[in-house]
T-cell receptor, first 114, second 114 residues
């Protein structure tokens, strides 16, 4: 079974803090993704990566950055957390093979910025 | 930009009622289609998918969906819902030329009452 592990289920941070959300997958997937999930808005793509040290902006990258130093790990960084970044953050991974292109999700990190 | 619409935001059904959740997308090209489900407190998981072939696809737990290309639709159905189907359901579309990025609908909260 594919396993996508997010380091924290719940985080509480203060405005202006630098926040790191970590995600690790164990299926040797090339593709990794970060989404945020908000009620009534569904899942919105923040950043994604097709390979190590490679990153692409998603639909809502403002206020975020990412790091992919190893294939299995994809980190989301909030340089200076703000209250409007309070949300559920989901990490996902997938194979690049279009015939089996299924994204597998982690359990999510619920971040509160006070 | 391509988009995915889920018209029902909240649905309340009694056990044994039939379910149909709508999903429409805005693209005339080749697509891969998915329904994901998120049970309370759990991570997103794949319910079913359509890549090609028979437009009627069957997923887990008795769910099925029909791809109607002419209507740009991929509606989810279940003949008889159970209390355990209470969850949030997301339609997602992978548009060709979009790499491996999924575009999600805003989700439908389904509550099944005993």
């Amino acid at each position: 079974d594919v396993k996508v592990t997010q380091s924290s289920r719940y985080l509480v941070k203060r405005t202006g803090e630098k926040v790191f959300l970590e995600c690790v997958q164990d299926m040797d997937h090339e593709n990794m993704f970060w989404y945020r999930q908000d009620p009534g808005l569904g899942l919105r793509l923040i950043y994604f990566s097709y390979d190590v040290k490679m990153k692409e902006k998603g639909d809502i990258p403002e206020g975020y950055s990412v790091s992919r130093e190893k294939k299995e790990r994809f980190s989301l960084i909030l340089e200076s957390a703000s209250t409007n970044q309070t949300s559920m953050y989901l990490c996902a991974s997938s194979s690049p093979d279009m015939n089996v292109n299924i994204q597998y999700f982690g359990a999510g990190t619920r971040l509160s910025v006070l | 930009a391509q988009s995915v619409s889920q018209h029902n935001h909240h649905v309340i059904l009694s056990e044994a009622a039939s379910l149909e959740l709508g999903c429409n997308y805005s693209y005339g090209g080749t697509v891969n289609l998915f329904w994901y489900v998120q049970y309370p407190g759990q991570h997103l998981q794949l319910l079913l998918k359509y890549f090609s072939g028979d437009p009627l696809v069957k997923g887990i737990k008795g769910f099925e969906a029909e791809f109607i290309k002419s209507k740009f639709s991929f509606n989810l159905r279940k003949p008889s819902v159970q209390w355990s189907d209470t969850a949030e359901y997301f339609c997602a579309v992978l548009f060709t030329g979009g790499g491996n990025k999924l575009t999600f609908g805003t989700g439908t909260q389904l509550k099944v009452e005993l």
